[in-house]
């Protein structure tokens, strides 16, 4: 049976970001798609200009529909807007249990217009995360779901484990935000740390990597490929996408969905470099 996914997220009507990323990062990736609407966002590449949550009733029932009929192995959470549908989403969550449930603590988009309430962050940590199988925190999320400052490698790993001790096994801080001259992430499960590194593009068209790496994670889990296979394939996916960018929209543009495609017989060197020690 072919895999069946599902994305809880905003809608970016720019079509870069939210449901449209990981709708565009399912279907490259030959996994069924389906979705479930928090938000409309009236948005482009240039910022966001309107938001409009759905209803908890709406967003519970979009849930129902889908997991009562469709069988979901892997689901991923986005823009969830506030605290209400933060705990709406983990209830729902809590009764489906899917196998893999990966949460991108979407907080703030990359124009800077705030995605998610402040307030919201507590029941993200305690609702949500506990709901969660992998989170994916950039280096600001990664700080305040942490409560600490992100400066040296030490302290990232330190951020991963209390992340970690909040309740979610599998920890994923990326590092689009760094200032590294290369694109390293690093996850921290149980019993393994590593870090997945690729060449960092210069480019301003990274609206909604975070979205498409974990839609594509997301994915890659649904074909039951183990964690490590799983991040260095979305890692090479959100590579190709960025690297063949369109220079669309007159701000921060998209990545090219269908990049893959473009790279076949491309050379990219991913590493996979494990620690010593998880601590
Ligand atoms: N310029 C770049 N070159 C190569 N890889 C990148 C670049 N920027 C981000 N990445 C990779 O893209 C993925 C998403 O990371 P990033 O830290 O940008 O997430 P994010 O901030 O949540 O994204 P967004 O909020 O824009 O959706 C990670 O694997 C990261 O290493
Ligand atoms: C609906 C929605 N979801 C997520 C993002 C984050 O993406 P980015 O940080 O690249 O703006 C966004 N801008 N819009």
Avoid at 4 to 19: N, P
Avoid at 42 to 59: D, F, P, R, Y
Avoid at 196 to 207: C, F, L, S
Wanted: net charge negative.
């Amino acid at each position: 049976m072919k895999p069946q996914v599902l994305t809880i997220a905003g809608s970016d009507s720019g079509g870069g970001a939210g449901i449209q990323a990981d709708l565009k990062t399912f279907q490259e990736l030959g996994v069924f798609g389906t979705s479930v609407l928090t938000a409309i966002t009236a948005q482009n590449t240039l910022g966001v200009h309107g938001i409009e949550a759905i209803s908890t009733e709406m967003i519970t029932r979009q849930i129902d529909a889908v997991a009562d009929d469709f069988s979901i192995t892997a689901c991923k959470t986005g823009m969830l807007v506030d605290a209400e549908r933060i705990e709406a989403v983990a209830k729902a969550l809590e009764r489906y249990r899917f196998e893999h449930v990966v949460v991108d603590p979407v907080m703030v988009a990359k124009g800077g217009a705030s995605l998610l309430q402040v307030s919201a962050v507590e029941a993200l940590r305690t609702k949500l995360l506990p709901q969660a199988t992998i989170v994916t925190p950039n280096i600001p999320e990664a700080e305040v779901l942490a409560g600490m400052e992100i400066r040296t490698e030490a302290d990232r790993m330190k951020a991963a484990q209390v992340i970690r001790a909040i309740g979610v096994d599998i920890v994923i801080i990326k590092g689009g935000h760094s200032n590294d001259v290369e694109a390293v992430d690093l996850i921290v499960t149980e019993s393994e740390a590593f870090r997945v590194k690729a060449p960092r593009i210069q480019t301003k068209d990274t609206h909604g990597t975070g979205c498409t790496f974990s839609a594509a994670l997301t994915a890659e889990l649904a074909y039951g490929k183990t964690l490590r296979q799983a991040v260095v394939d979305a890692k090479r996916f959100i590579h190709q996408a960025i690297a063949h960018g369109l220079s669309i929209g007159q701000g921060h543009g998209p990545t090219n969905h269908w990049g893959h495609r473009l790279a076949k017989g491309e050379q990219i060197t991913i590493d996979v470099m494990y620690e010593t020690s998880t601590r």
